[in-house]
């Protein structure tokens, strides 16, 4: 009997909700009220017909079906009519409302879980006023930038103009393809720093002083970039040093992004990150692979500190003498060795130049053993695989004994000026002037001399 007490009470308890404490139920407007007063008066309970416990239940069993169905609390109630909001001045008054109510509910409740969907939604709605979504176009160029428009619809990329997170559901974006700087499509026209790529094509030089300070005075107590008034003191701005320009910046255009400073890698051989501009970030992204740094003239006593270098010249150098073997061979050209060197161009044009990433991946170790594989791998078509190169060799005409020598053997010499191969011990020990050399000099000498003719004369 009592089983059957209980299944009628949920009946009544559930009608009963849903005629007066339903959540999901909109007010009805004046109309609907006029319209419809049979069924608002079928819909009328009083306080009284709610239906009492049974004579075995619990005084708590109530409140625990209560809490189980939602009538604690209406939760859903007020959020509605926020929603439904067209005024922007409304959802910023319901957001702030929503804010006090997660300060004020438990830590890691339900209840606060719920509210801060709710103020995620609200900011959302805010955000779809301010932005509307219309027709942009696909590309944009504006001081030397090339937008164009994203289709991603991540929401964890941040506006490098106004410091705002990017809501890719509902508002459209931009990223320029040579600087990757990103923007709201709102905030294009307030763009006013040019794009550092052209910076990279025009002029691809390093600062190459360690945080050239100058002051704030020199800049006025302004950002170096947007000519916002910043202080040491963080009014009305925080100033904060790039430790690449040594100027001061504002905190929109300085996020304390970490950057591996060229200077201190060629005075101070240190690779540790420190805090630089946005700017200044993007321009050293863009660098950090082009081989501008001519080491020897920068810092020629960098190779007496870091013995890597020293292999890495050597290597270099190895490498420089290899390559008139491939451009001549058939097989090197069809095998196309050289493009195991594509990502380090410079490396079979010259010697001198150094990328930071170059030197970046020596101070790791890593440019080491991935060069010293490619020479391997060089010097094996050269002097094992390919008979065409193999008989380009070179034979000491100094001591005219031993196997075939190259150019980039560890322990042969080369001349300088006709680029005749040696033992280097035999060039040392006999003399250091080249004898192919000496033998060239004395026939010219010879061609010029005039049979017959009388030098005192």
Same mark, same amino acid.
């Given at each position: 009997?009592?089983?059957?007490?209980?299944?009628?009470?949920?009946?009544?308890?559930?009608?009963?909700?849903?005629?007066?404490?339903?959540?999901?139920?909109? #007010?009805?407007?004046?109309?609907?009220?006029?319209?419809?007063?049979?069924?608002?008066?079928?819909?009328?309970?009083?306080?009284?017909?709610?239906?009492?416990?049974?004579?075995?239940? #619990? *005084?708590?069993?109530? $409140?625990?079906?209560?809490?189980?169905?939602?009538?604690?609390?209406?939760?859903?109630?007020?959020?509605?009519?926020?929603?439904?909001?067209?005024?922007?001045?409304?959802?910023?008054?319901?957001?702030?409302?929503?804010?006090?109510?997660?300060?004020?509910?438990?830590?890691?409740?339900?209840?606060?879980?719920?509210?801060?969907?709710?103020?995620?939604?609200?900011?959302?709605?805010?955000?779809?006023? %301010?932005?509307?979504?219309?027709?942009?176009? &696909?590309? +944009?160029?504006?001081?030397?930038?090339?937008?164009?428009?994203?289709?991603?619809? $991540?929401?964890?990329?941040? @506006?490098?103009?106004?410091?705002?997170?990017?809501?890719?559901?509902?508002?459209?974006?931009?990223?320029?393809?040579?600087?990757?700087?990103? @923007?709201?499509?709102?905030?294009?026209?307030?763009?006013?720093? #040019?794009?550092?790529?052209?910076?990279?094509?025009? =002029?691809?030089?390093?600062?190459? &002083?360690?945080?050239?300070?100058?002051?704030? *005075?020199? =800049? *006025?107590?302004?950002?170096?970039?947007?000519?916002? /008034?910043?202080?040491?003191?963080?009014?009305?701005?925080?100033?904060?040093?790039?430790?690449?320009?040594?100027?001061?910046?504002?905190?929109?255009?300085?996020?304390?992004?970490?950057?591996?400073?060229?200077?201190?890698?060629?005075?101070?051989?240190?690779?540790?990150?420190?805090?630089?501009?946005? @700017?200044?970030?993007? !321009?050293?992204?863009?660098?950090?692979? +082009?081989?501008?740094?001519?080491?020897?003239?920068?810092?020629?006593?960098?190779? &007496?500190?870091?013995?890597?270098?020293?292999?890495?010249?050597?290597?270099?150098?190895?490498?420089?003498?290899?390559?008139?073997?491939?451009?001549?061979?058939?097989?090197?050209?069809?095998?196309?060795?050289?493009?195991?060197?594509?990502?380090?161009?410079?490396?079979?044009?010259?010697?001198?130049?150094?990328?930071?990433?170059?030197?970046?991946?020596?101070?790791?170790?890593?440019? $080491?053993?991935?060069?010293?594989?490619?020479?391997?791998?060089?010097?094996?078509?050269?002097?094992?695989?390919?008979?065409?190169? =193999?008989?380009?060799?070179?034979?000491?005409?100094?001591?005219?004994?031993?196997?075939?020598?190259?150019?980039?053997?560890?322990?042969? $010499?080369?001349?300088?000026?006709?680029?005749?191969?040696?033992? +280097?011990?035999?060039? !040392?020990?006999?003399?250091?002037?080249? /004898?192919?050399?000496?033998?060239?000099?004395?026939? %010219?000498?010879?061609?010029?001399?005039? /049979?017959?003719? *009388?030098?005192?004369?």
């Amino acid at each position: 009997m009592k089983g059957w007490d209980a299944m009628e009470y949920d009946e009544k308890l559930a009608r009963f909700r849903q005629a007066h404490l339903n959540p999901f139920n909109k #007010p009805l407007g004046p109309r609907q009220h006029e319209q419809e007063p049979s069924e608002k008066a079928q819909e009328v309970i009083s306080e009284e017909t709610l239906p009492e416990l049974p004579a075995g239940e #619990p *005084d708590f069993h109530y $409140s625990e079906r209560m809490m189980d169905l939602g009538l604690s609390e209406d939760h859903f109630s007020r959020p509605v009519g926020l929603f439904l909001a067209s005024d922007v001045q409304q959802l910023r008054q319901a957001i702030e409302e929503c804010k006090q109510v997660i300060l004020e509910l438990p830590e890691q409740s339900e209840k606060q879980k719920d509210a801060v969907v709710r103020l995620i939604h609200l900011r959302l709605k805010l955000q779809e006023l %301010k932005d509307p979504n219309e027709e942009e176009p &696909n590309i +944009r160029v504006l001081l030397e930038h090339r937008f164009y428009k994203e289709k991603s619809k $991540s929401v964890k990329q941040t @506006c490098d103009k106004c410091n705002t997170i990017i809501w890719g559901l509902i508002q459209t974006w931009y990223t320029c393809t040579g600087c990757y700087y990103r @923007c709201h499509s709102k905030c294009l026209n307030l763009i006013s720093k #040019p794009c550092v790529s052209s910076k990279v094509s025009h =002029q691809a030089e390093y600062e190459l &002083n360690i945080c050239p300070e100058t002051g704030l *005075d020199s =800049q *006025d107590y302004r950002c170096a970039e947007c000519r916002a /008034p910043i202080s040491l003191r963080g009014v009305p701005s925080e100033a904060r040093q790039c430790d690449y320009t040594g100027q001061y910046y504002c905190s929109h255009c300085h996020w304390n992004d970490l950057a591996v400073i060229p200077a201190r890698v060629v005075h101070n051989w240190d690779f540790e990150p420190r805090k630089v501009s946005r @700017c200044s970030m993007r !321009y050293l992204a863009l660098m950090v692979s +082009r081989p501008v740094l001519r080491l020897r003239e920068i810092n020629p006593l960098l190779f &007496n500190y870091v013995e890597e270098l020293v292999e890495i010249r050597k290597l270099r150098q190895d490498i420089l003498l290899m390559k008139p073997y491939f451009i001549t061979c058939k097989e090197a050209m069809e095998a196309r060795l050289l493009l195991q060197l594509q990502d380090r161009q410079h490396f079979v044009e010259n010697d001198e130049m150094y990328s930071i990433q170059d030197l970046l991946e020596v101070h790791m170790g890593r440019l $080491s053993c991935s060069l010293t594989e490619i020479h391997t791998l060089f010097a094996k078509h050269i002097k094992l695989d390919c008979e065409r190169c =193999q008989a380009k060799g070179f034979v000491c005409e100094l001591c005219k004994e031993g196997d075939v020598l190259f150019p980039f053997d560890s322990h042969t $010499s080369v001349c300088n000026d006709c680029s005749a191969v040696f033992h +280097r011990d035999c060039y !040392y020990d006999n003399s250091t002037t080249c /004898p192919k050399c000496a033998r060239l000099n004395l026939r %010219k000498q010879s061609l010029f001399q005039e /049979p017959g003719l *009388d030098v005192d004369a």
